[in-house]
Antibody, heavy 121, light 108 residues
Framework: EVHLLESGGGLVQPGGSLRLSCAAS????????LIWVRQAPGKGLEWVSA????????YYADSVKGRFTISRDTSKNTLFLQMNSLRAEDAALYYC??????????????WGQGTLVTVSS | EIVLTQSPGTLSLFPGERATLSCRASQSVSSYLAWYQQKPDQAPRLLIY???SRATGIPDRFSGSGSGTDFTLTISRLEPEDFAVYYCQHYGSSPLYTFGRGTKLDIK
C-alpha cells in the first residue's frame, strides 16, 4: 500500500528557514515523480514544486522560485522541501503527493496528510 | 499562464439530486484536466483525469466531460459522503500544475 508521511512543519519567524520531509513507502520510489502542494488555512490548493523520479529535473511555482529547493534521497525513500526566506504568505498545510503516471506530468494519485507551516513573529 | 475558473462557488443540493460543476480554462488545455474531491481535514482525492477517466476506486456516479476550455464534473445522484469541496486541475504545461479555486458542494 502506498503511504506518504510528511514531517518538519512548525512555527518559524519571517525570513527563517524550514526543511520539510516526506517519507514514502509501498512503491518503487525512484520510478515516480513527486510534488509538493500547499493549502493556506481556509483557502484552495497551490502547486509548489515537482521533482522527477531520478531527481535530475525540478520545477517551481513562481511564488517560491529562488527560495525553496526540492530534493529527494532514494536511499531513504524520502522527499524534501528546503524553504528559505519564509514569508507570512508561505504559511500553509504542505502536502506531498505522487504523480500518478511514470511517463509524464499527470495528476496526483496518492497524497500525504500534510504538515503545517506557520510563519509569524 | 492558464487560469481555471470554477463555478459556482457554492452549490447547495439535496442528497439524491444531480450535481453539475463547471471548470473553464482561460485557453485550451486539450484534455489535460483533472478533478479532486477534498473533505474537511482530509487530503484531496483524485476523481477524474484526462477530463473523463475515473481514477481507481471512484464510483461511477462521478463522471467528467469536456475538452479545450470547458469542462464539467457530474455527480449523478448525490450521496451524503459527496458533500465536499471539488477542485479542477490542469497539468502538463507551464506552470506544471494549476488548480481552480474550488466549488463547495453543500447539503441543502
Amino acid at each position: 500500500e502506498v503511504h506518504l508521511l510528511e514531517s518538519g512543519g512548525g512555527l518559524v519567524q519571517p525570513g527563517g528557514s524550514l526543511r520539510l520531509s516526506c517519507a514514502a513507502s509501498g512503491f518503487t520510489f525512484s520510478s515516480y515523480a513527486l510534488i509538493w502542494v500547499r493549502q493556506a488555512p481556509g483557502k484552495g490548493l497551490e502547486w509548489v514544486s515537482a521533482i522527477t523520479g531520478t531527481g535530475d529535473t525540478t520545477y517551481y511555482a513562481d511564488s517560491v522560485k529562488g527560495r525553496f529547493t526540492i530534493s529527494r534521497d532514494t536511499s531513504k525513500n524520502t522527499l524534501f522541501l528546503q524553504m528559505n526566506s519564509l514569508r507570512a504568505e508561505d504559511a500553509a498545510l504542505y502536502y506531498c503527493a505522487r504523480v500518478g503516471d511514470r511517463t509524464g506530468w499527470y495528476p496526483f494519485d496518492y497524497w500525504g496528510q500534510g504538515t503545517l507551516v506557520t510563519v509569524s513573529s | 499562464e492558464i487560469v481555471l475558473t470554477q463555478s459556482p462557488g457554492t452549490l447547495s443540493l439535496f442528497p439524491g439530486e444531480r450535481a453539475t460543476l463547471s471548470c473553464r480554462a482561460s485557453q485550451s488545455v486539450s484534455s489535460y484536466l483533472a478533478w479532486y474531491q477534498q473533505k474537511p481535514d482530509q487530503a484531496p482525492r483524485l476523481l477524474i483525469y484526462g477530463a473523463s477517466s475515473r481514477a481507481t476506486g471512484i464510483p461511477d456516479r462521478f463522471s467528467g466531460s469536456g475538452s479545450g476550455t470547458d469542462f464539467t464534473l457530474t455527480i449523478s445522484r448525490l450521496e451524503p459522503e459527496d458533500f465536499a469541496v471539488y477542485y479542477c486541475q490542469h497539468y502538463g504545461s507551464s506552470p506544471l500544475y494549476t488548480f481552480g479555486r474550488g466549488t463547495k458542494l453543500d447539503i441543502k
